[in-house]
């Protein structure tokens, strides 16, 4: 039995460890990506269900690692915000997003804001509002061409987070509250917080036609963004099936592989110009 639960030791041990190790080279690896080039961005459009436009764009970061490929953000992000590098790296995506979009419109691409996602930390950092300012002056990109994306995480300290979205309002940009409904507290700050939109969480759209629990809280999120004077876009839209239901219900917005996938710089240009829109 000793044997047994010492090699159970062992084999946690060597578990750890490579969790350790792992964990260790990420962080290792992630302190130089920015330096080395590895970050891109990738683009998702969202529609107006009204009138089929591309009404705006999402920005999803990719990390190309020399040796383990193409790495998404689920398995990065969460280690950059324990290390503190979500900060610099958020700085790098804020400002990549700001010089692209304003690229963009000067070259005739369609004049819809650009979402960028804020994470928790970077979102409550002490100059967040400055460094926003900064990048905007810097890439000439006028503020309403910039939709910041975050959750119902940033209510863990309200007074702060009413603060900083106080002067973000002033400042110009957009605000949208993203994986809306998730938490358990959405509907309580939601009348509180200053923002433009509610962005629906994929869970309950991919529960769209499974009964009517999804589709219930689906509907309860769109009649309060209508009595709220928010837009609504639903994330995750695969379906025809979704998209019927989402634009019965009065949804404003959509995003998703129904349309297209998250494309590179490149692609996403390809793809407004074959689609016609712009
Ligand atoms: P999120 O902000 O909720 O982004 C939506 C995720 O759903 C993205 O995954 C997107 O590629 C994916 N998606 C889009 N349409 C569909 C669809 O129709 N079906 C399905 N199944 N998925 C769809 P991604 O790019 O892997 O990003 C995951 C999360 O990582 C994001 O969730 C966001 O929280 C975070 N993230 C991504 N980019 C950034 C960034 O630049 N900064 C920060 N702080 N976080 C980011
Ligand atoms: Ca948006
Ligand atoms: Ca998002
Ligand atoms: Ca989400």
């Known amino acids: 039995a000793k044997a047994k639960g010492s ?54 970061v990719r990390w190309k690692h020399p040796i383990e490929g193409t790495i998404s953000p689920g398995e990065f992000i969460s280690i950059a915000e324990e290390t503190g590098l979500i900060i610099p790296i958020g700085e790098w995506i804020l400002r990549e997003a700001c010089r692209q979009k ?80 998730t938490g358990y507290s959405s509907l309580q700050y939601v009348g509180q917080l200053p923002v433009h939109e509610l962005k629906i969480d994929q869970s309950f759209v991919k529960k769209i036609g499974k009964g009517k629990e999804g589709e219930a809280i689906i509907s309860m999120i769109i009649h309060l963004g ?13 379906t025809k099936e979704q998209l019927d239901f989402l634009q019965k219900q009065g949804c404003d917005l959509v995003q998703g592989y129904y349309y297209t996938k998250p494309l590179s710089t490149e692609e996403y240009e390809q793809y407004l110009r074959y689609k016609d829109l712009c």
């Open 102 to 181: 304003a690229k963009w419109i000067n070259e005739g691409y369609p004049k819809v804001p650009m979402s960028v996602n804020l994470s928790l930390k970077q979102f409550l950092q002490h100059n967040i509002v400055h460094t926003i300012e900064k990048i905007l002056k810097e890439t000439k990109l006028p503020p309403e061409y910039l939709d910041l994306e975050i959750t119902e995480s940033v209510t863990v300290d309200l007074d702060r987070t009413l603060d900083i979205l106080n002067q973000l309002i002033k400042v110009g940009v957009r605000i949208s509250l993203d994986d809306f409904g």
């Open 226 to 238: 209508r009595s709220l004077e928010l837009k609504v876009i639903a994330e995750g839209v695969e």
């Open 7 to 60: 090699d159970r030791l062992e084999v946690y041990n060597r578990d750890v460890y490579q969790e350790f190790s792992r964990y260790f080279h990420v962080e290792n690896d992630l302190r130089k990506a920015i330096d080395r080039g590895e970050f891109a961005l990738y683009y998702q459009p969202q529609f107006c269900l009204d009138s089929g436009d591309v009404c705006g764009e999402e920005v999803l």
